[in-house]
Structure formats: structure tokens, C-alpha cells
């Protein structure tokens, strides 16, 4: 039985991260009418990477916005190092990048996705709807046909051509369909928090290995966004040895040294455990409904690169199904075919990530050998070929979208 829909769209969008609010904007940029589902009120969530990756700026020019983009609050890194024991390793060097934007960004998200729901609203056929939580799909046969939400304690349905789930590594319309992705597993998570910063510290970005601990640091203007690693599992082990335990640990592993600073985790409720974890479906694709980003393959924080992998699958999307969806002729080949250009690029990303996790953060975290890199590490990344491929894989990804195919016709 088909349920009754209250409302229709030609494309429903499940969830308002960086996946969905660049599908929706790059749809109705092209003249489709779409609608996405956000289950917050705002943007403001603290718990996402804040890096624009080269390729993200390159996209924005290509869409005509990148000189007001820049205009947005950010700090630009030209390369990423880290302390690993007593030893500075220099790990990536965007230098080594062709063209204008040899860097990435750090960049609140919610600046991020404000940015793009604004350039978004300028089309007539873009409808964002905050405080909307999809709790299941519309179902007629096996076929996906739209989304059941939640607004103000009610339920409603929206009625969609396409359904794309952009809604995260747990993701509800997945679940809608009980589909598991293979998990990979991931020796670490992250336990975050914040302490104040001001001016120039002479500090960059970075990441500081020490014998079973590791800690990163990103700039965000005003403030330091800490990542404390620390092994899979082991959240309330910490927690149950005191605050004053793991405020000495952050001491220990800062390359500041005020103890004042520390002092800012003034309880637990400062400090937020987030579960890290890489999975992938088989397959991203069923009958009227499309899974991208992280709902499809979630990605570890290594290398901060998910973001731009979710972006880079909005507009492979959006290049394959703007034109079948303009026409009503979605079919399970032009889903396929999204599945096709991104599924290697993110397979091969994921097992990187998966090396740099068992290799270097696992062992660290492990704690039964001293950190010292290898003496040759240092060397081998600063050859050429070397530099400019770990730049590409951070800037840009293994496989590089641009605006083309239908998506690049906008709607006037
Ligand atoms: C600790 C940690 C740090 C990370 N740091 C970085 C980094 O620095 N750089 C980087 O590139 N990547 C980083 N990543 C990975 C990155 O966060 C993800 O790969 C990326 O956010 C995926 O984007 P997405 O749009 O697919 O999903 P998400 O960013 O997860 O967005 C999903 C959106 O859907 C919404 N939503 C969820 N469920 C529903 C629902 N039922 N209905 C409606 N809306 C819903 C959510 O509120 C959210 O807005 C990190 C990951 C972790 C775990």
C-alpha cells in the first residue's frame, strides 16, 4: 500500500550537512525542485571537521561564488605537521599544489553551511525545512517514494521522485531499509573539547603523538578545538580517573605550557566523546532512493578529508541526476552510475585512512613502544612525487568533481 503524501518535491534530502546542503544547492541551481530536511535548528553543532579542502574552494569559483566565499572567517593552513615523541615531522605541504589555492581552509561548518543555505534560498526551487527530523521513508513496494518526517512532535510525509540520504554515519533512512554497512573498524576515538586562545601564538595547527596518547589542535580564531585521542572503548576508563588526570594528560601533550589554560575543562560536561568509526554499503543505491556521504560510507577523521568526500559525491550526483530528474526519468542505472564514479576514490581513501589508524595512531595509542618516526620518514616526505601526492589526497581527493555534466545548466 502506498501512504498518502501531504506534500511533493521532485528530490527529497535527508539531512543538512555538508552532503546535502551542496546537493540541494547545486539541484536547484539547476532548476529542480528540492527540498531538504535538517533535524537541527541551526548550524551551529560543534561536532564536525572544520576544513575546506582546495577542491571545495576550486568549486565554489566554478560556481561563481568563491571571491564572497573567501570573504567568510577562516585561517588558511599551507601545511600540516605534527610532534611525533621529540621529532617535528612536516606531513603535508600544499605548496605542492597546482594553481591559485595551494592550502585548505579551517572554517567553522555552520559559517560553511550558512553560506551555501544562502546562495541556495536565491533559487526558487530550494526548500530547506529546519527542525525536521526524517524518521522513516514512504514505501510502495520495494520502490523508495518519499520521506515520513517529524516537525513539532507531528508526523507528515513528503512525496519525492528521488530520495538521497545525506544524513550521516547513522543514518535513519539506511536503517529505513535495514541496510548494514561493512565496518572496518578504527583503533581510536575522540574526546573533544575547547580552550581559549589568543593572537598569534607562534602555534599552528597540528597533532602531537606521545607513548599512548595523542592530541590535535585546530586553530579556530578565538579558540582552540581539541581532539584528545584516546583507544577504542576506553571513555569511561578515562573519565573514571578524574578530570584533574586528563587535565595533567592535555598539560603533558600542549605546546603551550600556561597550566591557566587547561583549567577551561571545568568538568566533564566540557569535554564531548565522539565514536569514530569507518564503514561503507555495498551498495548506495535501491529503487527511488540514493545514500551519499557518510550515510553511505563514514570516514575516520584521519587526514581530515570526509568532508570534502561528501561534497565530491553531491556533485557526481548532481552532474548524473540533474538531467534524468528535470526529465522524471530516474532509473536505477543513473543511481548505479553515481555509486560507479565515487565508490573507488572513497575505497581507496578509506584504506589510507585505515593504514594511518593501524600504523601510526594504533600503535601510538598502544602505548608499548617509544614514538620516534622512522629516521628515513622525514626525508620521504619531502621528495617531490611524495609531496605532491599526500597534498592531492588532502586538497583534492583521489578523484576530483567539478560542475558539468546537466548540473552546470542553471536554472534562470
Ligand atoms: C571526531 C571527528 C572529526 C572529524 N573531523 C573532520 C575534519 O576535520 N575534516 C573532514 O573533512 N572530516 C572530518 N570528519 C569526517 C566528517 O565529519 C564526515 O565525513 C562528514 O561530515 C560527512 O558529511 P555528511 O554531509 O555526509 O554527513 P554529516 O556531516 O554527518 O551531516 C549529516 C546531517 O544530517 C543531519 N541528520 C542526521 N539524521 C537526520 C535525520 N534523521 N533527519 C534529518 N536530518 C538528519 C545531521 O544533523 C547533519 O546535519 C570527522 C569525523 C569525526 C568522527
Known amino acids: 500500500m502506498t501512504e ?18 551542496m546537493l540541494g544547492l547545486l539541484l536547484a541551481r539547476a532548476g529542480i525542485d528540492v527540498t531538504v530536511l535538517e533535524k537541527h535548528g541551526d548550524f551551529l553543532r560543534d561536532f564536525r571537521g572544520d576544513t575546506i579542502h582546495t577542491s571545495t574552494i576550486t568549486l565554489m569559483e566554478e560556481l561563481g561564488l568563491g571571491e564572497r566565499f573567501l570573504q567568510l572567517p577562516h585561517q588558511k593552513a599551507r601545511e600540516l605537521s605534527a610532534l611525533v615523541g621529540k621529532t617535528r615531522v612536516r606531513i603535508c605541504d600544499f605548496s605542492a599544489l597546482d594553481g591559485p589555492h595551494p592550502y585548505i581552509l579551517f572554517m567553522p561548518q555552520w559559517d560553511f553551511l550558512n553560506f551555501i543555505a544562502t546562495e541556495a534560498k536565491k533559487y526558487p526551487g530550494f526548500h530547506l525545512h529546519m527542525n525536521t527530523e526524517a524518521v522513516g521513508v514512504i514505501r510502495a513496494g520495494d520502490r523508495t517514494d518519499g520521506v515520513v518526517y517529524r516537525k513539532n512532535d507531528e508526523m507528515h510525509t513528503i512525496g519525492a521522485d528521488l530520495t538521497v540520504a545525506c544524513d550521516g554515519r547513522d543514518s535513519t533512512l539506511r536503517r529505513a531499509w535495514s541496510l548494514e554497512p561493512r565496518r572496518y573498524g578504527a583503533p581510536m576515538d575522540v574526546m573533544w573539547f575547547r580552550l581559549p586562545r589568543s593572537g598569534d601564538e607562534g602555534v599552528d595547527t597540528g597533532a602531537h603523538l606521545e607513548r599512548g596518547r595523542m592530541l590535535v589542535m585546530i586553530d579556530r580564531g578565538d579558540y582552540w578545538q581539541m581532539a584528545y585521542l584516546i583507544p577504542k572503548g576506553t571513555d569511561a576508563k578515562v573519565r573514571a580517573r578524574g578530570i584533574e588526570a586528563f587535565r595533567q594528560s592535555v598539560r603533558d ?15 566533564w560536561d566540557d569535554v564531548k566523546t565522539l565514536v569514530v568509526e569507518i564503514n561503507r554499503l555495498e551498495t548506495w543505491h535501491r529503487p527511488g532512493l540514493l545514500l551519499i556521504g557518510d550515510a553511505s560510507h563514514a570516514m575516520s577523521p584521519v587526514g581530515g578529508i570526509g568532508i570534502n568526500l561528501a561534497i565530491q559525491d553531491a556533485v557526481a550526483a548532481a552532474n548524473i ?29 578509506q584504506l589510507l585512512q585505515r593504514i594511518a589508524q593501524r600504523r601510526v595512531i594504533g600503535t601510538a595509542l598502544a602505548g608499548n613502544r617509544p614514538i620516534r618516526p622512522p629516521f628515513w620518514l622525514p626525508w620521504l616526505l619531502a621528495r617531490p612525487p611524495v609531496k605532491r601526492r599526500i597534498a592531492r589526497l588532502i586538497g583534492i581527493g583521489l578523484q576530483a568533481e567539478h560542475i558539468g555534466g546537466d548540473a552546470a545548466a542553471r536554472a534562470s
Open 253 to 267: 601533550l600542549c605546546p603551550f605550557r600556561e597550566p591557566a589554560r587547561v583549567e577551561a575543562i571545568k568538568s
Open 4 to 21: 498518502r503524501k501531504e506534500q511533493t518535491t521532485t528530490c527529497c534530502i535527508a539531512g543538512g550537512g555538508p552532503a546535502g546542503m
Open 321 to 349: 541526476l540533474a538531467g534524468p530528474l528535470r526529465a522524471g526519468a530516474v532509473s536505477r542505472d543513473h543511481l548505479a552510475a553515481v555509486q560507479t564514479r565515487r565508490e573507488k576514490p572513497t575505497a581507496r581513501t
